[in-house]
T-cell receptor, first 113, second 109 residues
Framework: NAGVTQTPKFRVLKTGQSMTLLCAQD?????MYWYRQDPGMGLRLIHY???????AKGEVPDGYNVSRLKKQNFLLGLESAAPSQTSVYFC????????????FGDGTRLSIL | RKEVEQDPGPFNVPEGATVAFNCTYS??????FFWYRQDCRKEPKLLMS???SGNEDGRFTAQLNRASQYISLLIRDSKLSDSATYLC??????????FGKGTRLSVIA
């Protein structure tokens, strides 16, 4: 059972570079989410999607873009990476939003130099 | 803005002890509640859902007090492997779940 899979697991970027983080789920979940987690800050929601072709802003969307072209995939893009975006990024998915638990991938550790 | 407040800890307890965490939530319309466990440098994992009538899963008991808007987690007979951060989570309708920042537990031999 793969569940939620994130790629890559680790990445180091230089300021100004761009990259895309991929999240894939095989549970046929409608809803998918991207979070960042910094030391002492807890999880902060970046963007989420309530279904294929839809996206919505979370708590900290600036500097990120997302796309949900296929139900099983949710992509997070950094157009011009900044050191402030150094963080651990978690993807999650769920059957619905407020009533069902979310299932998390094992994270992407991103460092921006 | 919806918020879930937790004591960050750390709670340092000896093996075999009973420990309890509370968290408070601000949204009186919240309908669903969960406890997650997060190990250091790992992803959060669902520990248990919290039902209105309370629920128990082995050494873990979760309670919901809607009148006072708080949720509790009781861990009995603590094990070294229980050392982790415990996240309190609330949800309502069609909005994403709201996660607390977590309470850190350290069980000491």
């Amino acid at each position: 059972n793969a569940g939620v899979t994130q790629t890559p697991k680790f990445r180091v970027l230089k300021t100004g570079q761009s990259m895309t983080l991929l999240c894939a789920q095989d549970m046929n979940h409608e809803y998918m989410y991207w979070y960042r987690q910094d030391p002492g800050m807890g999880l902060r929601l970046i963007h989420y999607s309530v279904g294929e072709g839809t996206t919505a802003k979370g708590e900290v969307p600036d500097g990120y873009n997302v796309s949900r072209l296929k139900k099983q995939n949710f992509l997070l893009g950094l157009e011009s990476a900044a050191p402030s975006q150094t963080s651990v990024y978690f993807c999650a998915s769920s059957y619905s939003t407020g009533n069902q638990p979310q299932h998390f991938g094992d994270g992407t550790r991103l460092s921006i130099l | 803005r919806k918020e879930v407040e937790q004591d960050p800890g750390p709670f340092n307890v000896p093996e075999g002890a009973t420990v309890a965490f509370n968290c408070t939530y601000s949204n009186s319309a919240s309908q669903s509640f969960f406890w997650y466990r997060q190990d250091c440098r790992k992803e959060p994992k669902l520990l248990m859902s919290v039902y209105s009538s309370g629920n128990e899963d082995g050494r873990f008991t979760a309670q919901l007090n809607r009148a006072s808007q708080y949720i509790s987690l009781l861990i009995r007979d603590s094990k070294l492997s229980d050392s982790a951060t415990y996240l309190c989570v609330e949800g309502e309708g069609n909005t994403p779940l709201v996660f607390g920042k977590g309470t850190r537990l350290s069980v000491i031999a």
